[in-house]
């Protein structure tokens, strides 16, 4: 797994490292519609001592600091319309077994009618992680397209791995919350082995978390940061 080496900005050792530090690669925004970030964003995921519990509620996630999206200028299809409810938020930890995710939607109208690999057509969230910090490549095994809607058919939440063609469960843990009209905490617990991966202090992952709002008048995906078609990520330091 790579080290927090040259990839970053050089850092000051003598600052907390709890914010998202961009890097600039003289990439353009694309448009009114299709505003994507241009930057190449970090985050720091602090270590937590006991193990989240997957429930649908945040309440102990307090502490752990909320993960600066500017959602508004990371569109990758769709178009964000004034008045339209729709807002997007996320959280990251970790410990020896797990990632941990956790995310709060505010979305007027929730729409999760579909299953299985078609959940990205609804409602959902997608977690793209790149181990080797060598970009995605598509349907590639050692890479890792993790979508999550908060229901379905069935009225419970559901995981579904592209490149590896499962569903994740019950491997991956997940809990979700529906607030009515008002969207959606949604939370997942993803074991490093299945990952593939061993976490240490300070190792980087590339990786980006995008949301799916589709509503009946129109559809809008964001992209925290998925740049050049998922050859470049954001950058995610264990801390």
């Known amino acids: 797994m790579n080290k927090l080496k040259e990839v970053w900005a050089k850092r000051d050792t003598e600052t907390d490292f709890k914010n998202i530090i961009p890097l600039d690669l003289g990439l353009k925004e694309q448009g009114t519609k299709r505003?994507?970030?241009?930057?190449?964003?970090q985050v720091a995921a602090p270590r937590v001592n006991a193990p989240l519990t997957i429930d649908g509620d945040l309440s102990d996630w307090q502490g752990i600091p909320q993960v600066d999206f500017d959602y508004?200028?990371?569109?990758?299809?769709?178009?964000?319309?004034a008045g339209d409810g729709f807002e997007p938020g996320f959280w990251?930890?970790?410990?020896?077994?797990?990632?941990?995710?956790?995310?709060k939607v505010k979305d007027k109208e929730l729409i999760t009618t579909k299953e299985?690999?078609?959940?990205?057509?609804?409602?959902?969230?997608?977690?793209?992680i790149d181990p080797d910090l060598d970009g995605i490549e598509w349907n590639n095994k050692k890479?890792?397209?993790?979508?999550?809607?908060?229901?379905?058919p069935?009225?419970?939440?559901?995981?579904?791995?592209?490149?590896?063609?499962?569903?994740?469960?019950?491997d991956i843990l997940?809990?979700?919350?529906?607030?009515?009209?008002?969207?959606?905490?949604?939370e997942a617990a993803i074991p490093w082995k299945f990952l593939?991966?061993?976490?240490?202090?300070?190792?980087?992952?590339?990786?980006?978390?995008?949301?799916?709002?589709?509503?009946?008048?129109?559809?809008?995906k964001v992209n925290w940061c998925y740049l050049d078609g998922g050859k470049k990520l954001g950058r995610l330091s264990l801390e």
């Open 143 to 152: 890479d890792f397209q993790i979508g999550l809607s908060p229901s379905g």
């Open 116 to 128: 299985k690999d078609q959940i990205w057509q609804d409602d959902c969230v997608e977690i793209f």
């Open 92 to 103: 990251l930890a970790w410990d020896d077994k797990y990632l941990y995710f956790a995310a």
């Open 174 to 186: 997940v809990a979700s919350k529906t607030e009515g009209t008002g969207g959606y905490i949604i």
């Open 72 to 81: 508004k200028k990371s569109v990758e299809s769709g178009e964000l319309k």
């Open 35 to 41: 505003v994507i970030n241009d930057k190449v964003l």
């Open 154 to 170: 069935a009225k419970k939440p559901q995981v579904w791995c592209w490149f590896q063609g499962v569903s994740g469960e019950p």
């Open 196 to 220: 593939n991966m061993t976490p240490r202090k300070r190792d980087v992952i590339g990786i980006s978390v995008a949301f799916h709002d589709k509503d009946s008048d129109r559809e809008v």
